[in-house]
């Protein structure tokens, strides 16, 4: 498996804050598997009806498999 996005530019909508700090979209991108909120590890929008996430590949590549992570703590 190739992880050709990793530490790559990252976009999202919005920024959710919280007392943890910023959910920016690199945090998708940074290597870092934990899953939490606390960990600030996660990328997270505010509430939007229609949240979306990028990452700039850098160049033309076919996409054969995304894998996407939901976090642990979700809906707290």
Do not use: I
């Not at 939007?48 to 498999?65: I, M, Q, R, S, Y």
């Amino acid at each position: 498996m190739c992880h050709v996005a990793t530490l790559l530019p990252a976009y999202q909508p919005s920024v959710f804050v919280d007392g943890y700090g910023h959910h920016s979209a690199s945090y998708a991108t940074d290597g870092n598997r934990k899953t939490s909120m606390s960990d600030l590890t996660c990328a997270v929008t505010n509430r939007e009806v229609n949240p979306w996430w990028a990452v700039d590949l850098g160049l033309p590549l076919t996409v054969t498999k995304v894998f996407l992570t939901n976090r642990d703590d979700a809906g707290l």
